[in-house]
């Protein structure tokens, strides 16, 4: 019956696709939380992500066999090496553990290939990682034993992270080694009683969620800010997983020992509070939030630290310096709170983050503590000698769906990974983020007295390029420089060019200057002018960039509200701009109690047939372009404000540093409301491009985007 192969409330009748097997299954039971986060992301990323390599580079003779045998035996003893992940038959996604898989090594001669052996390695790697695992139906561990020459192979042992986290993937890389020594000396194999994954299972189910969700709710409890980690690069594309690396020599990891030994405090706290101040220091912010990965082996169930599975969970990590300046009292409270919030660290970084305003933007990047480090030592040297094989060296390959982490990993001379995705960051500004974290952790080691505020993030040699050399730079910048006069010279050189398109539809530069002088005449005769912000609620149209072009040629600053905020942030910023007029639909506002004067309908036809000759142009470059409102430290949206030479410079940016002709078509992917939007748009209408819009249907879809990108011939887009 289903009662004898899962405690969950499945049904035979739910069991059908398994008929077949069902003999084979010993176990069914849900996901953990981590589980499910890898689950999803493998199902909805559909790359390389979480699926781990490590290379052991391996010195004496392999006897082929044998290993084939230990690798079976090994997949034999742990339940999670025979499970695979049903996310399709249940109510709830399920793993199925089966009582045997067909499991063996691949395995190659390599020792006449006349190429390069390094690179045939490689290859083999990014083929293993390209294959990917399915995590329905495939083993999920595989192992290739390469023989490059007569006594010296390439290991390659792979797996999906959803199985095995990094202190898993020790224990059983040394047990594979053990098995084959019991082989190889033809002695009985002693194989002590596993704890099964099941008993963590049953162990998380048994906790209080809700107790543990109301105490991650009032940790982050009115945090509203979305952190960037900065030096994105301004077109991103899919990119590969890159690292630099930091290694402090001995002598400086002393310092940081005997800096947590003196303060009571973990070196995982000390690095924690570097990072907390660098991106405080990035963000401008007092207050920040970021992933921090824990082991998840609580001393609550015996015998953990021997249990192979995936234990290890995200949870947030939140450093507030609004009040506390001192940087030993910051220290200590980091300690303090990762202490208090053990009993809960099981919970899912999903739930968490549905109880913050920021949702899915709560955490943007992970830091991590290799606790069991995989090297060439976790073998010991006792058993290498016993096989008469020696592990020279070990690397690991793996990729998250995060563009950015930071990996410590500790020893004598402590080691930290800045991982990133080079298609987001180039290797100069990681480079950057490095030197930064190195000049915050050696001002807290030198001076644990320090205040927050006082804590520099440049260096001397840095400072002196951001100061002096930089500063070195002109570029001629008259005060009647002006978006709408740049635009319109763009639309008297190249009247015909399709300015925007959207959908079937598109207008010329020529045809969108005369609609905007249209409208730009009616808000003139309502008394828009130069001190004015005029506010655009409006969805993906070609009205849009008629309205905020308008709003520019009356001399007014355009005030961009999405569609789909809510009725009281609308008017807490219509109230707080002072904005009177507003440019949108008559069917858009209908849905809404608006506390606006006036509203302009951009589909009115009839307002077009107003005069449409060029305007006077009454801007200079200091007058205000636009206004963008944002959410705060304080949970209420603040105003950025944007004058119209920041737009000129930005102009003179696409042209010089990113090389952005005047033959483009860009993607209009932002929200009118965020900053990107004007990116987009200005990267257009000023160097005389294409702004191509596509619905909103086109953007929520992968394949939809995708088909319309290479349809439309897209140069450019902004992520």
């Known amino acids: 019956t289903a009662a004898d192969l899962t405690d969950e409330n499945i049904s035979w009748s739910e069991l059908a696709p398994y008929h077949m097997c069902i003999d084979n299954i010993q176990r069914m039971y849900m996901l953990t939380p981590m589980q499910e986060g890898l689950l999803f992301h493998s199902i909805a990323d559909k790359g390389e992500y979480y699926h781990v390599n490590m290379e052991l580079r391996v010195i004496g003779v392999l006897k082929e066999e044998l290993f084939d045998q230990s690798f079976r035996e090994l997949v034999a003893r742990h339940d999670v090496l025979r499970t695979n992940f049903d996310s399709s038959n249940f109510k709830e996604n399920m793993q199925i553990v089966y009582k045997s898989r067909e499991a063996g ?28 695992f399915d995590l329905s139906k495939d083993i999920l561990i595989r192992l290739t034993v390469v023989r490059m020459y007569d006594e010296e192979y390439s290991l390659i042992l792979s797996n999906h992270h959803i199985i095995l986290d990094g202190w898993s993937f020790g224990i059983i890389s040394s047990e594979l080694f053990n098995i084959y020594n019991h082989l190889l000396q033809n002695t009985v194999i002693e194989v002590e009683k596993v704890r099964p994954y099941e008993d963590y299972i049953k162990w998380i189910g048994a906790q209080d969620k809700t107790a543990a969700l109301d105490y991650w709710s009032a940790y982050l409890k009115g945090y509203d800010t979305t952190i960037e980690i900065p030096f994105r690069k301004a077109v991103v594309t899919q990119g590969e997983p890159r690292e630099i690396i930091l290694t402090l020599d001995s002598e400086f990891t002393e310092r940081i020992e005997i800096l947590a030994k003196t303060n009571g405090v973990t070196i995982n706290s000390i690095l924690q509070s570097v990072w907390a101040i660098q991106l405080q220091k990035y963000n401008n912010v007092n207050d920040v939030v970021f992933g921090y990965v824990v082991s998840g082996r609580t001393t609550r169930i015996h015998g953990i630290d021997e249990m192979v599975g995936l234990f290890i969970n995200t949870i947030p990590l939140r450093v507030n310096t609004i009040h506390e ?17 053990e009993p809960y660290q099981h919970c899912s970084i999903a739930e968490i983050q549905k109880l913050t305003e920021v949702g ?16 060439h030592d976790t073998i010991n040297k006792d058993l290498q000698d016993q096989i008469n094989l020696q592990i020279s060296s070990s690397r690991m390959f793996e990729e998250t769906n995060y563009s950015f982490n930071i990996k410590v990993i500790p020893g004598k001379d402590m080691v930290v990974e800045f991982g990133y995705n080079d298609g987001v960051y180039s290797e100069e500004d990681v480079y950057k983020i490095k030197g930064h974290f190195l000049n915050i952790l050696d001002q807290v080691i030198s001076n644990p007295d320090i205040q927050i505020d006082e804590i520099e993030i440049v260096g001397t ?17 008259t ?12 639309a008297a050189q190249n009247p015909e060019k399709a300015a925007v398109m959207y959908g079937e539809d598109r207008i010329s530069y020529g045809e969108i200057n005369k609609r905007a002088n249209s409208i730009a005449t009616l808000l003139r005769d309502k008394g828009v002018g130069i001190d004015s912000i005029v506010s655009i609620m409006i969805d993906r149209s070609i009205d849009m960039v008629v309205g905020v072009l308008a709003i520019l040629k009356a001399g007014a600053a355009y005030l961009p509200i999405d569609t789909n905020y809510p009725e009281e942030r609308i008017n807490y910023i219509l109230q707080d701009s002072k904005a009177e007029i507003m440019l949108s639909t008559r069917k858009l506002v209908q849905s809404y109690s608006l506390e606006i004067r006036d509203v302009i309908d951009l589909e009115d036809e009839e307002l077009y047939a107003l005069p449409h000759d060029e305007i006077i142009n009454i801007n200079q470059s200091n007058d205000l372009a636009y206004v963008i409102y944002t959410s705060g430290t304080t949970g209420r949206p603040k105003g950025v404000m944007v004058e119209h030479k920041g737009v000129i410079s930005l102009k003179h940016w696409f042209e010089s540093d990113l090389g952005i002709g005047n033959d483009e078509h860009i993607l209009q992917f932002a929200s009118i409301a965020f900053d990107a939007f004007s990116w987009e748009l200005f990267m257009s209408i000023l160097l005389g491009n294409t702004l191509c819009i596509p619905s909103r249907e086109t953007l929520l879809s992968s394949d939809l985007l995708n088909e319309y990108i290479r349809t439309n011939q897209i140069t450019t887009l902004t992520v």
């Open 105 to 132: 090594i691949t395995y190659q001669d390599i020792r006449d290939f006349q190429g390069d052996k390094e690179a045939y390695i490689e290859q083999l790697v990014s083929e293993d990682r390209l294959q990917g």
């Open 325 to 341: 300046k001192d940087y030993r009292n910051v220290l200590r409270k980091i300690r303090l709170d990762f202490n208090e919030s």
């Open 360 to 375: 899915t933007g709560l955490i943007n990047g992970l830091m991590v503590f290799e606790n069991h480090p995989i090297d």
């Open 461 to 477: 040699d840095e400072r002196k390029e951001i100061l002096i050399d930089f500063n070195s730079t002109y570029m001629s910048l």
């Open 479 to 490: 005060k009647e420089d002006t978006i709408q006069g740049i635009f319109e010279y763009q």
